[in-house]
């Protein structure tokens, strides 16, 4: 009997699956015994079967990978549609591939450094940096300017508030200066 691989022994099956009416045809083509026949046939069906159990887990396996990762994928974008910033995200995992800890330990972990002083102030150190580099202006900034403003402009008592201010002021000025004063007020 010729040597076969299994590769070769499973391509076998499947030609004789596929392509051939009757054993005897397929035996007549391959030029093989009864008894080589049947035994490449059987240990191809079963190696066929091994190899299809083996690529069915590893697609079960892929297709969960995915569902999660779409299920994530989707929930980062509710949260990104929300206005957070999703793009660097922390995991136990990241912590467990460096340290032996278990994931409760890696999520105190991750909770201790995230809620330190110390990282909330850099990265809102960092925000105001690279807002000014990117041209943003300082809202409270903008407020301080335009309080100034109206302080010069109109005499603003510096005791009111903005709604206050401007409800005084439209009682003693035009329609035009008061959609002005609005401008400035909506500036805010």
Do not use: P
Request: glycine share 2%; hydrophobic share 35%; net charge negative.
């Amino acid at each position: 009997m010729k040597k076969y691989t299994e590769q070769q022994k499973i391509n076998l099956f499947l030609d004789w699956a596929n392509n051939f009416l009757s054993t005897s045809a397929f035996m007549e083509y391959y030029d093989l015994s009864m008894s080589e026949c049947e035994n490449l046939i059987d240990e191809g069906r079963e190696l066929n079967r091994e190899l299809n159990k083996k690529v069915s887990s590893r697609h079960i396996l892929q297709t969960k990978k995915s569902e999660k990762m779409n299920r994530i994928e989707q929930a980062k974008k509710t949260l990104r549609d929300e206005g957070y910033f999703t793009d660097t995200m922390w995991t136990i995992s990241d912590v467990q591939s460096i340290y032996d800890c278990n994931a409760e330990e890696s999520h105190q972990l991750l909770e201790k450094v995230f809620d330190s002083d110390w990282i909330m102030s850099r990265i809102n150190e960092m925000i105001d940096e690279n807002a000014e580099l990117m041209g943003f202006q300082d809202k409270h900034q903008l407020a301080i300017d335009m309080m100034e403003e109206l302080d010069e402009r109109y005499g603003r008592n510096a005791r009111m508030s903005l709604d206050e201010y401007h409800l005084v002021y439209k009682e003693e000025n035009s329609a035009y200066e008061n959609e002005e004063m609005v401008e400035l007020i909506n500036k805010f």
